[in-house]
């Protein structure tokens, strides 16, 4: 323990950015990655939220092109948010490290789905690593960075919820190479991907990937650990834990540089041991990799690919166990708090019988008893799309009975697009939006965003006002009402706006019952603070 840290994973990623210079981190709130950047702002990084993962990821691409360490980082479903400007990194490069952490959430602890974002690195190319504890987790973000720089490209560091929330010691060491003072070089070829240059920058990725997967075949991201020549097994991050504790006795190839595979190494380790199977949560990744070499390997069986793994569950794939798993203890369902205004808003919508086109967020639980009032919940800003499109071809007794229901943040995240398309392409009997503005990011945390005008680290900045949004995109029906227990007001306007057959938003406005005592100290800092117009702050008084 001399000189070591107790950190969850999160925390050592942010402290190993904080260590290698990182110039700029940037993403958007979502379990488990959330306290990455918060834990970088309190080392004293410049942290941003930013609108969405796509939003980040293009900033911190434009760091990285100026010559500065940046740090991207967002749940798993937010890199598909992200995925565009991914893939085109991977042709142009980089000319300074750029980390992106994608991180998945096995058994959607706090999730829509549970996608192995494995995948990404080999759709996109970009090379990817895996760690499987907080030491790991500092050590591979400094040789994430150290591999981007090498090869000039952005490395996808993907992580999951046991380790970004477990806690485990770790022993800083501090950069590998301080970083280079931020300067822009001109790079038109390089940075400008019309059809011409990004042919050639295709195949330049291709060879960087190639030089990588011969460069990973002696790399010290893997290691053998020696054991029996009887059971060999291979596996990557949080399942390695699992592994050992399982099986003690087996010989482990622990991969850590997941893509591009080192598939010598792979080989001679399966040409070793007398059985060789694979250990990995989610897809099998690893198992079609190495099967597609030629290589047999035993994989899991399909009833272990949904979930986390755990002790329990690798000894049973161990034995090739399918018969029913132990029905774990029911947990208390989650439910909106006692003073929550969503409660208003759902009880009225479930009076209406309405037809409610869901968000994400912690207004997703009106689907639970008693209000039971959602009907779809996609994805991040699909509540306006999804309404519009069942108020385009219901009857019309039906269609007028649809609402969208977004939250502040999720509005700002991916709904103004959505906002744009009810003005464009209006239904013809209107359409009502309700967006629930308790004035933060509440299911991951309670973080700022651009309609809370305060920054990451809670100070004042430019404040995004919902309505005069709303009004400018051409809404002309705008509302912003108080749910209040006793009131009636949200009710009349509710039933207004649907009889109306109109375009109509409702911003039900009411902050977070808690956070209440942090907005009246937030309030209280920004008295002596004030932003300009080019969005700097200035300091009031003395």
Same mark, same amino acid.
Request: proline share 6%; aromatic share 6%; glycine share 8%.
């Given at each position: 323990?001399?000189?070591?840290?107790?950190?969850?994973?999160d925390?050592?990623?942010?402290?190993?950015?904080?260590?290698?210079?990182?110039?700029?981190?940037?993403?958007?709130p979502?379990t488990?990655?959330?306290?990455?950047?918060?834990?970088?702002?309190?080392?004293?990084?410049?942290?941003?939220?930013?609108?969405?993962?796509?939003?980040?990821?293009?900033?911190?691409?434009?760091?990285?092109?100026?010559?500065?360490?940046?740090?991207?980082?967002?749940?798993?479903?937010?890199?598909?948010?992200?995925?565009?400007?991914?893939?085109?990194?991977?042709?142009?490069?980089?000319?300074a490290?750029?980390?992106?952490?994608s991180?998945d959430?096995?058994?959607?602890?706090?999730?829509?789905n549970?996608?192995?974002?494995?995948?990404?690195?080999?759709?996109?190319?970009?090379?990817?690593?895996?760690?499987?504890?907080?030491?790991?987790?500092?050590?591979?973000?400094?040789a994430?960075?150290?591999?981007?720089?090498?090869?000039?490209?952005?490395?996808?560091?993907?992580?999951?919820?046991?380790?970004?929330?477990?806690y485990?010691?770790?022993?800083?060491?501090?950069?590998?190479?301080?970083?280079?003072?931020?300067?822009?070089?001109?790079?038109?070829?390089?940075?400008?991907?019309?059809?011409?240059?990004?042919?050639?920058a295709?195949?330049?990725?291709r060879?960087?990937?190639?030089?990588?997967q011969?460069?990973?075949?002696?790399?010290q991201?893997?290691r053998?650990?020696?054991?029996?020549?009887k059971l060999?097994?291979?596996?990557?991050?949080?399942?390695?834990?699992?592994?050992?504790?399982?099986?003690?006795?087996?010989?482990?190839?622990? #991969?850590?540089?997941?893509?591009?595979?080192?598939?010598?190494?792979?080989?001679?380790?399966a040409?070793?041991?007398?059985?060789?199977?694979?250990?990995?949560?989610?897809?099998?990744y690893?198992?079609?990799?190495?099967?597609?070499?030629?290589?047999?390997?035993?994989?899991?069986p399909d009833?272990?690919?949904f979930?986390?793994?755990?002790?329990?569950?690798v000894?049973?794939?161990?034995?090739?166990?399918?018969?029913?798993?132990?029905?774990?203890?029911?947990?208390?369902?989650?439910?909106?708090?006692?003073?929550?205004?969503?409660?208003?808003?759902?009880?009225?919508?479930?009076?209406?019988?309405?037809?409610?086109a869901?968000?994400?967020?912690c207004?997703?639980?009106?689907? #639970?008893?008693?209000?039971?009032?959602i009907?779809s919940?996609?994805?991040?800003?699909?509540?306006?799309?999804?309404?519009?499109?069942?108020?385009h071809? #219901?009857?019309?007794?039906?269609?007028?009975?649809?609402?969208?229901?977004?939250?502040?943040?999720?509005?700002?995240?991916?709904?103004?697009?959505?906002?744009?398309e009810?003005?464009?392409?209006?239904?013809?009997?209107?359409?009502v939006l309700?967006?629930?503005?308790?004035?933060?990011?509440?299911?991951?945390?309670?973080?700022e965003?651009?309609?809370?005008?305060?920054?990451l680290?809670?100070?004042?900045?430019?404040?995004l006002?919902?309505?005069?949004?709303?009004?400018?995109?051409g809404?002309?029906?705008?509302h912003?009402?108080?749910?209040?227990?006793g009131?009636?007001?949200?009710?009349?306007?509710?039933t207004?706006?649907?009889?109306?057959d109109e375009?109509?938003?409702?911003?039900?406005?009411?902050p977070?019952i808690?956070i209440?005592?942090?907005l009246?100290?937030?309030?209280?800092?920004?008295?002596?603070?004030?932003?300009?117009p080019?969005?700097?702050?200035?300091?009031?008084?003395?």
């Amino acid at each position: 323990m001399k000189n070591g840290k107790l950190l969850s994973g999160d925390e050592a990623i942010a402290l190993a950015a904080w260590d290698a210079g990182v110039a700029l981190g940037a993403g958007y709130p979502g379990t488990p990655s959330t306290e990455i950047l918060e834990s970088f702002s309190e080392l004293g990084g410049h942290a941003q939220w930013s609108p969405n993962e796509k939003v980040a990821l293009e900033v911190t691409i434009g760091a990285a092109f100026a010559g500065a360490r940046a740090l991207a980082t967002m749940k798993h479903v937010g890199l598909n948010v992200a995925s565009d400007p991914l893939f085109t990194s991977a042709y142009t490069g980089v000319d300074a490290a750029l980390v992106v952490v994608s991180a998945d959430d096995p058994g959607m602890a706090s999730s829509q789905n549970e996608q192995d974002n494995r995948r990404y690195a080999v759709a996109a190319g970009v090379p990817m690593l895996e760690p499987s504890d907080s030491q790991e987790a500092y050590d591979f973000t400094l040789a994430a960075i150290e591999i981007s720089e090498r090869w000039k490209i952005p490395v996808l560091l993907r992580v999951t919820t046991r380790v970004c929330h477990s806690y485990t010691v770790v022993h800083p060491g501090g950069s590998k190479g301080a970083p280079k003072a931020a300067s822009f070089a001109r790079d038109i070829k390089g940075r400008v991907m019309i059809p011409a240059y990004a042919r050639l920058a295709h195949r330049k990725l291709r060879q960087k990937l190639a030089e990588m997967q011969e460069w990973n075949e002696s790399c010290q991201l893997n290691r053998v650990v020696p054991g029996s020549e009887k059971l060999g097994i291979i596996t990557s991050g949080i399942s390695f834990m699992h592994v050992r504790e399982a099986v003690p006795e087996a010989s482990v190839l622990k #991969l850590g540089f997941t893509h591009p595979l080192p598939m010598k190494q792979i080989i001679q380790f399966a040409k070793s041991v007398k059985r060789c199977l694979v250990i990995e949560e989610g897809d099998p990744y690893l198992v079609e990799a190495i099967r597609a070499q030629g290589v047999w390997v035993e994989g899991k069986p399909d009833m272990y690919r949904f979930g986390e793994l755990d002790v329990p569950r690798v000894r049973r794939i161990l034995d090739n166990d399918v018969s029913p798993e132990p029905t774990k203890p029911a947990g208390k369902p989650p439910q909106l708090c006692d003073a929550c205004q969503y409660r208003i808003v759902f009880e009225s919508l479930r009076k209406r019988d309405c037809i409610v086109a869901g968000d994400i967020g912690c207004y997703t639980l009106g689907v #639970l008893q008693p209000f039971e009032a959602i009907d779809s919940c996609v994805c991040m800003g699909a509540s306006i799309g999804v309404g519009l499109g069942m108020r385009h071809v #219901l009857p019309s007794d039906q269609a007028r009975r649809v609402v969208s229901v977004i939250g502040d943040s999720t509005f700002v995240h991916s709904g103004i697009s959505g906002l744009v398309e009810m003005v464009y392409n209006p239904p013809p009997n209107g359409h009502v939006l309700i967006i629930l503005d308790n004035a933060t990011t509440a299911m991951t945390g309670h973080q700022e965003h651009p309609g809370t005008g305060r920054s990451l680290n809670h100070e004042p900045t430019n404040k995004l006002v919902l309505e005069d949004l709303v009004r400018a995109v051409g809404v002309k029906r705008v509302h912003v009402v108080e749910p209040r227990m006793g009131s009636e007001e949200f009710d009349r306007v509710l039933t207004e706006c649907l009889n109306s057959d109109e375009l109509a938003v409702i911003i039900a406005r009411r902050p977070c019952i808690l956070i209440v005592k942090q907005l009246k100290q937030y309030e209280q800092r920004g008295q002596n603070c004030e932003c300009d117009p080019k969005g700097a702050n200035v300091e009031q008084g003395n």
